[in-house]
Structures are given as structure tokens and as C-alpha cells.
């Protein structure tokens, strides 16, 4: 008898809290798609690219939509303009154009009846002394035996310098963002080394440097944030700082670059 009480009241238990259940009506509103601005200028090496497009609405998460016939234009602080032309691709632009260390640029951004502006300085080049390699004696859990990159960085002195850096593995670029400001190191050598890479004798590690003004450090450094894991399991949603004018997404950046490489070897 005692058992069949206590079925009877599990029963009773779970079909309260079934019946208790709140139903919560979300309504997701349409909202307006916003232009998203990639744009891209350098000092040598890359062509200048700027790609545009828009976002998609909530519930339209599978389309990609590209931005034809816009006006594309980069002018610098000495009144010289060049118009950078929509290729083969419909929404990437492209010119065969570069940079001058010391100028400021416009980019300049006329699509669907809007206007879009944006400027950068280009800034002198962070140099890289050397690259060297070092195996690990230690590895953490997550890393595997293997090398670590290291790179030695030039510092001038009396301005601040803020820098993006890129590395590959075998021509294989990593997807980690590193990121260097001075603020601590002016005019002293900085060894930067990229902890989440692993190389193997015989690899062959490549660093590029690509040197910016604070605006676009401030875009790389929050985009960085927000796509981190850490962020994701703390971070409230928020969109990077852009440069550029009118509410669009997106940033202009202006770089200038250096590089080195090293193979691998006992």
C-alpha cells in the first residue's frame, strides 16, 4: 500500500510540473539589413580590395547579399583619386593601387542612394628582426609535441606603433588573431611569440607584419573579442568599432608590411 502512494504522488509530481509550464511567445521582428564594408589598402604586395555587402535578416540567415554597382573611391591627403572598379566578382572591387607611408587615405563609398566615408594613415612598417624556432621541453595539455615560433620585432622609438600579425604553416595561414601594440615596449625589441602554433622540422613558418593607426587597431583588437571563446562564454553581443561613417559595419583599414620566413630544421 505504502508503494502505491508513492507512484500515485510521482505521478501527480510530474504532471504539476507539466502542467505548470509556461509557454514564452519570443517575437523576432524583421529587421533591416546594414551595409557591411571590407576594405583593404597596402603598401606593396596586395592590390587595394574592398568588398561590400549586407547583412541578412533573422530569418534569412542563408543568403549572401552582395552590393553591385557601387562608387568606389580612395583619395590621400594630397588630392590625388583613384576609383577602384567592381571586378569579375560581383560586390569586390579592386585596383592595382598602393599606399605611401606618411599619407592619410579616404575611402569614399556611394551605393543604394547612401554615402559611406572612412580615413586611416598609413604608418611606417613594424620591422621584424628575425624569426627563430624552439622546441617545446613542456608542452601544455592542449599543445602537441613540436616548435614554437618566435619573433623578434624592431621598435622605433617616440611614436606608438600598433601591428596585425599573420603566420603560416606550409602556406597554410593560421585563423588565430595576434595582435601588437608598444605601449610598454617604445623603442625597445619585443619577442612575440605565437603560442597556439605548432611547427615540425622540415615546416616552413612565414610572419607577416601589417602595421596600422590606432582606429583600425581598435577595429581588429574588438573583433578579436568578440570572436574568442573566452568571450563567448561571457561576453555580451556587440559589434566591432568601425571607421567608417553612415552606421555601416565593417572597417578601412590602411597597412604597411613586413615579413620574414624560416624553414624548420634541427
Known sequence: MQFIKKILFLTLLITSLFSCEDVIDVKLNNTEPRIVIDAKLYDQFQPARVIITKTSDFFDTLTFNTVSGAEVKISDNEGNTVLIPESDSAGVYTENFFGEIGKI???TIKADGQSYTASAEMKPPLIIDSLSAKYRTNPLPYQEAGYDISCRLKDSANFNQYAKLDISKNQEQSFESYLFEDTYTDGNDFEYKFYNETFQIGDTAAVFVSSCDPQVYEYLYT?????SDAFHNTGTPYNPTS????????YFGVF???GSFLIIEE
Open 243 to 250: 571607421n567608417i561613417s553612415n552606421d555601416a559595419l565593417g
Open 105 to 107: 587615405y579616404t575611402l
Open 256 to 258: 604597411s608590411l613586413s
Open 223 to 227: 573583433y578579436a573579442e568578440i570572436t
